[in-house]
């Protein structure tokens, strides 16, 4: 028995969806860009379809029904994370910025931004690729446009007066995410300590000279995403503990299963987020 075609999603433009939403135009084109009614580019014009409709719908009666909570209270509840992440893999930098300035807006705090609306984002996005659902260049793309948001608020995290050590923070050799690494160091220097940002796939020999420059280095963290740099990860810290076997060498990233899996491969501690690596500094001083 032949099978019925499936009938194509009905597709409007812009201005057809802020038609069946009831509001201005300009009012549905904030909606997108602050990651509320997604919608998609065709040829350089935003289209809505009827699922975006319809969700839109159901997340404005769910707000509507906790109309006892202020509007501020309601705006620190919004799902900032998946709207940033609904933007990112739409390639929107506009639209992501503006996500966050409206998070920012609402009350959100900068390590909140990067705590729970940057980073799950990513996280959310990085899962995605790793079960199929999104093509190497999606994540790539929202990975690009997120480093350029880091760049843009990282000023913001400057820590005014004396610091209380240098830190330095880099992927070892290999490992390729450096979106973890640059979060981190604007939470850390943001908490006192002056940081030294190496970026990602930095070779053992770099990382040493690194430490040995400073004169008042605290620690040194290295952040691993993937497990088969593991053996890149051991060589990198052996050579450290030889080099400046008085710096305390701490060890994170989804890569790393806990304290005892950091100190099989030859670190000092784990750090499992930015509290427990701030925890850390915190117990070693200058």
Same mark, same amino acid.
């Given at each position: 028995m032949?099978?019925? =075609?499936?009938?194509?999603?009905?597709?409007?433009t812009?201005h057809?969806?802020?038609?069946?939403?009831?509001?201005?135009?300009?009012? !549905?084109?904030?909606?997108?860009?602050?990651g509320?009614?997604? /919608?998609?580019k065709?040829?350089?014009?935003?289209?809505?379809?009827? #699922?975006?409709?319809d969700?839109?719908?159901?997340?404005?009666v769910?707000?509507?029904?906790?109309? &006892? &909570? %202020?509007?501020?209270?309601?705006?620190?509840?919004?799902p900032?994370?998946?709207?940033?992440?609904?933007?990112?893999?739409?390639?929107?930098?506009?639209?992501?910025?503006?996500?966050?300035?409206? $998070?920012?807006?609402?009350?959100?705090?900068?390590?909140?931004i990067?705590?729970?609306?940057l980073?799950?984002?990513?996280?959310s996005?990085?899962?995605?690729?790793?079960?199929?659902?999104?093509?190497? @260049?999606a994540?790539?793309?929202a990975s690009v446009?997120?480093?350029?948001?880091?760049?843009?608020?990282?000023?913001?995290?400057?820590?005014?007066?004396? #610091?209380?050590? &240098?830190?330095?923070?880099?992927? =070892?050799?290999?490992e390729?995410?450096?979106? =973890?690494?640059?979060m981190?160091a604007d939470l850390?220097?943001? $908490?006192g300590?002056?940081?030294?940002?190496?970026? /990602?796939?930095?070779? $053992?020999?770099?990382?040493?000279? /690194? !430490?040995?420059?400073?004169n008042d280095?605290? @620690?040194?963290?290295? %952040?691993?995403?993937? #497990?088969?740099?593991?053996d890149?990860?051991?060589y990198?810290?052996? $050579?450290?503990?030889?080099?400046?076997?008085?710096?305390?060498?701490?060890?994170?990233?989804h890569?790393i @299963?806990g304290?005892?899996?950091?100190?099989?491969?030859?670190?000092?501690d784990? !750090? @499992?987020?930015?509290?427990?690596?701030?925890?850390?500094?915190?117990?070693?001083?200058?």
């Amino acid at each position: 028995m032949a099978k019925t =075609p499936a009938v194509p999603e009905a597709e409007f433009t812009l201005h057809e969806a802020a038609e069946l939403l009831g509001v201005h135009y300009m009012t !549905a084109y904030r909606y997108v860009r602050l990651g509320l009614l997604d /919608a998609y580019k065709v040829g350089g014009t935003w289209r809505v379809n009827q #699922t975006g409709i319809d969700t839109f719908r159901v997340r404005a009666v769910t707000e509507e029904s906790r109309g &006892t &909570t %202020s509007v501020s209270q309601r705006k620190r509840r919004a799902p900032w994370a998946d709207r940033l992440e609904r933007r990112l893999l739409a390639g929107d930098s506009q639209g992501s910025w503006g996500v966050i300035e409206a $998070a920012l807006a609402s009350g959100a705090s900068l390590d909140e931004i990067y705590r729970n609306v940057l980073s799950p984002a990513m996280v959310s996005i990085g899962q995605r690729w790793e079960r199929g659902e999104l093509d190497v @260049a999606a994540e790539h793309g929202a990975s690009v446009i997120a480093m350029r948001m880091i760049g843009r608020l990282g000023a913001r995290f400057a820590h005014r007066g004396r #610091t209380r050590g &240098t830190v330095v923070l880099a992927t =070892p050799p290999n490992e390729t995410h450096s979106l =973890p690494v640059a979060m981190l160091a604007d939470l850390v220097r943001q $908490a006192g300590w002056n940081v030294v940002d190496l970026g /990602a796939d930095v070779p $053992a020999e770099s990382l040493v000279r /690194a !430490a040995m420059a400073q004169n008042d280095v605290v @620690a040194v963290g290295l %952040s691993v995403s993937n #497990t088969d740099r593991l053996d890149s990860t051991a060589y990198a810290i052996a $050579a450290l503990r030889k080099a400046v076997p008085n710096t305390r060498v701490v060890l994170g990233g989804h890569a790393i @299963a806990g304290r005892e899996h950091a100190v099989a491969l030859g670190a000092h501690d784990f !750090a @499992a987020d930015v509290a427990g690596f701030v925890s850390i500094l915190e117990s070693v001083g200058v």
